[in-house]
């Protein structure tokens, strides 16, 4: 099985701050990496899917970058919204596996 | 408009049976795969199984195959998580979720259901 591993598991950051979560696999998975937003009490919200294609309606603050198995989403300045935890999800494996990191929480410093 | 719309909160107790439910509208249900996805209370995401709901095609995440049982009918557009006999450890908000795939092959979660919280306690 394909293990997904994140850091840091929590930040604390400013609005305006730029933050970037590093998500890796334990093995490579392509570009087959998405990136999702959780609220509290809210579904997740795809933001990145194919390592850095950006979902349509996401603002452009948000990117994704690398392949193989170390990959990251950057933040390029953080707004109160996106106080969240987010989750990196591979969609490699074969037979099909989507398999998820343990999630990034970003809280307000 | 996608929509995934799930059933409400159920209360069960160990032992129990249940089936939750997932209705999809909007698009052709029977051409995306559809996901479930658990989250047991402060954790994170679990990836539990898929359905193809245009042939009942269905792979389980090697962690919930046997625990649960994932169907879908297309002639109402629904998908199901069903378990049967619940335990204290099935309490958790479980999603569904249509996947989508790029041209690339890469394949993903686009659109979520709200969720159904599912309480098991005697």
């Known amino acids: 099985d394909i293990q997904m591993t994140q850091s840091p598991s929590s930040l604390s950051a400013s609005v305006g701050d730029r933050v970037t979560i590093t998500c890796r696999a334990s093995?490579?998975?392509?570009?087959?990496l998405n990136w999702y937003q959780q609220k509290p009490g809210k579904a997740p919200k795809l933001l990145i899917y194919a390592a850095s294609s950006l979902q349509s309606g996401v603002p452009s603050r948000f990117s994704g970058s690398g392949s193989g198995t170390d990959f990251t989403l950057t933040i390029s300045s953080l707004q109160p919204e996106d106080f969240a935890t987010y989750y990196c999800?591979?969609?490699?494996?074969?037979?099909?596996?989507?398999?998820f990191g343990p999630g990034t929480k970003v809280d307000i410093k | 408009e996608v929509q995934l719309v799930q059933s409400g909160a159920e209360v069960k107790k160990p032992g129990e049976s249940l089936k939750i439910s997932c209705k999809g509208s909007?698009?052709?249900?029977?051409?995306?795969?559809i996901g479930w996805v658990r989250q047991m209370p402060g954790k994170g995401l679990e990836w539990m199984g898929i359905?193809?709901?245009?042939?009942?095609?269905?792979r389980y995440s090697p962690s919930f195959q046997g625990q649960v049982t994932i169907s879908a009918d297309k002639s109402i557009s629904t998908a199901y998580l069903q378990w049967s006999s619940l335990k204290a450890s099935d309490t958790a908000m479980y999603y569904c979720?249509?996947?989508?795939?790029?041209?690339?092959?890469?394949?993903?979660?686009?659109?979520w259901g709200q969720g159904t919280l599912v309480t098991v306690s005697s």
């Open positions: 093995q490579s998975i392509s570009s087959y």
């Open positions: 999800q591979q969609s490699y494996s074969t037979p099909p596996g989507f398999t």
């Open positions: 909007g698009y052709s249900f029977t051409s995306y795969w």
């Open positions: 359905i193809y709901p245009g042939d009942s095609d269905t």
């Open positions: 979720a249509r996947v989508a795939a790029a041209g690339t092959g890469a394949n993903y979660f686009d659109y």
